[in-house]
């Protein structure tokens, strides 16, 4: 599967953006998705993930409650909206995915096979 990351810009702290990942190639249900952020100086980090038919998700404590990931299968889409953003949410955030019949640490990247490009969110104070 082929995913493509989208949606970032510049946000003011307290405000929302929503990020998409669009999904192309192998069928989109096959999938456990995931987004994964990456700042500057830092290694990358679990953000959220969703189940192949969107009824189980997980996310990190610093996102809990604030962010949203969900999906629409019949669009091979998946989506993070972000809302009570901090400056501490400025990343290059990435969208991935793993075969659904895998197990392990869904919070791992080593998991996830399938990556997508990077996208920008740079939220000022």
């Known amino acids: 599967v082929q995913l493509q990351a989208s949606g970032g810009g510049l946000v003011q702290a307290g405000g929302s953006r929503r990020l998409s990942c669009a999904a192309s190639g192998r069928t989109f249900s096959h999938y456990n998705l995931g987004w994964f952020r990456q700042a500057p100086g830092k290694e990358r980090e679990f953000v959220a993930v969703?189940?192949?038919?969107?009824?189980?998700?997980g996310y990190t404590s610093s996102v809990q409650g604030r962010f949203t990931i969900s999906r629409d299968n019949a669009k091979n889409m998946v989506y993070l909206q972000m809302d009570s953003l901090k400056p501490e949410d400025t990343a290059v955030y990435y969208c991935a995915g793993y075969e659904r019949y895998i197990g392990g640490d869904t919070k791992s990247a080593s998991l996830y096979a399938y990556w997508g490009q990077g996208t920008q969110v740079t939220v000022s104070s």
């Open positions: 969703i189940g192949w038919n969107g009824e189980t998700t």
